[in-house]
């Protein structure tokens, strides 16, 4: 009986260890601005190419379009930049981070028992309602990055830190109008 | 000497390469979810000031890899011009600006936190993310309903210090110290609204920050590499435009540019003041290899269909100024071919070949004589491309492509 209960006890340790069961604290903000910094810099110092997501998104998309409809492609020319002929859209770095990110996270949120199917929410909202919102605003955010050529990551961090004027700019377009809408909506978040 | 960024292709192949990218990408959404930005109430609370970590963080992370790479750059370490810049477009890139903010406030999420957020199982984050492909979805059929706006007001390559003549350092540093005064105003808000015990927070900030300034006078101090050494660095590659003659721009091509409506011409004249003044082409501009520094910042924002020609007597100056305005990243810069002195063998005229021939005074110096300063007063100031008709074989590419084909869009 004791050596069970002491090999129960050794694997459950050991399962602490890899996959933890309660939620660890998340690490201090500044501490994550510099592991995200460093993460950019080794992005652009080895491959000259920042971060990226939406580009890596977009691609993804192009590529089932591609998949489904191959001769709608060849009438956009902003498809066909990506799709056109024998070019694979998926033949591209930004999306191979995406895939990164999704196993970073992944892994991270393992280790660190933060893996739950749950639904973040303001205290005053439904799930439906969460769900709704966080589909319009994704849908939203995904036109607006695409014309922007860019989202937070892509542009923001990435032309933030090369010193691009455009990228600049465009942070505080996100942040005024981030800002200025909060209030109206604010029974979402409070 | 600057041996980054890396060859990755050429070096891994293309399997290594993408394995490199999938490992960055690994690092970038651990340290996300890390960070807590799968939390869709955290990323909000940034905007009712009660959780400044997104500030901290995406400010934070630009200002330590800023310092980390104008650091590299100043060390010979790496090579900035091989370095992808987002380029500028304006307006594009404002509006999506402001559109993306509206998705932030509604949505919660950015597409790259709402990776993290679907991929560990957040399903407020499940659902963004089919919205963000939804949008991203929609963005590709309609924008060729407005695809002269999505191409408008691109200024290509353009950093704050180039935008604003400033040296590189200056940026660096006044940049980390205004991401010092913000994080000290978030954390005042975060007391203030966020009711949270700032005695609580790390003593280690304060050194951080310290580090922080230290670092940021050191790239100040080492600086950048100037035009020679960026000149240096891609000489071998440059060079052979020069030999292969592939910038020395014919004279038909000359003036068919000058005749489409479509490009923006600008001819820079290297020759001494009083040779300008005798003779130059039309709207030629009368530069010295001296200016060219300080013209530098507003030749940036030139528009994106601006052709630079340079022209001196022979091809010497026109080619040492190519030299410093290909070494500093301009695009779309070339000599024209023979400069002022084959012009004139071209067009002036029989009578006008005889009596104003001098004999040879040396390299890239005038072989032609005028009696009175006429400037562009003369018929080979302005020849016709209908007149001449010449053949030419195309070299200019203009540096961006893919723009509006002109005509309606659609």
Known sequence: MTTVSLKQAKSQAAAKSTVARVAKPYIHPYVAAVALGVVLFLAFFITGNG????????????????????????RVPYLLEMAGGDKNPLDSWVVFVVVGAVMGGFVSGLISGRLK???????????????????????????????ARGCTSGQALSGGATLSVGSWLFMLAIFASAYALAYFVRKLWN | MNPFPLPLVSALGPVGAYLIYVLIGFGFGFVLEQAGFAKSTKLAGQFYFKDMTVIKVMFGAIVVAMILLFLASGLGLLDMSKVWVNPTYLWPGIVGGLIMGVGFILGGFCPGTSLVAASTG???????????????????????????FYHSSNFGRLMIPDWLGVDTGVVVFVITIMALFVFFGSEQLEKLIGKRDLKKEPKWRLPVAGGLIA????????????????WARMAEEKTKLLTERAVQVQHGEVLSLL??????????????????????????????LEDLPAMLPTLRLAPENTVFFLMSADEKAATDAWKYLTAEGLPTVYIIEGGANQWLDQFGDEEF?????????????????????????????????????????????????????GGGCG
């Not at chain 1, 939406?54 to 060849?74: K, Q």
């Not at chain 2, 009596?355 to 562009?376: S, T, V």
């Open chain 1, 51 to 74: 971060l990226g997501a939406s580009g890596g998104m977009n691609r993804i998309t192009v590529f089932i379009e591609d998949l489904i409809n191959p001769a709608h492609i060849d």
């Open chain 1, 117 to 147: 199917f749950e639904t973040v929410r303001g205290p005053r909202i439904t799930n439906q309602q969460r769900w709704m919102v966080a589909f319009l605003g994704g849908a939203i955010m995904g036109y607006g990055a695409r014309l």
């Open chain 2, 122 to 148: 957040k399903i407020d984050g499940i659902f963004f993310l089919l919205g963000a492909f939804f949008g991203i979805f929609l963005f590709g059929e309609t924008v060729s309903s407005f695809e002269a």
């Open chain 2, 215 to 230: 670092l940021a006078v050191v790239v100040l101090a080492v600086g950048q590499p100037t035009a020679e050494a960026k």
């Open chain 2, 259 to 288: 005749a489409n409506d479509r490009v923006r011409v600008r001819i820079f004249d290297l020759r001494s003041e009083s040779d300008y003044n005798q003779f130059h082409l039309l709207g030629a501009e009368h530069v010295r």
């Open chain 2, 353 to 405: 070949r005889k009596n104003h021939a001098i004999p040879f005074q040396g390299e890239d110096k005038m072989r032609y004589h005028f009696p009175a300063a006429l400037g562009a007063r003369y018929p080979a100031s302005n020849p016709s491309a209908e007149e001449f008709k010449l053949e030419f074989t195309p070299k200019v590419k203009l540096a961006t492509k893919g723009g509006p084909k």
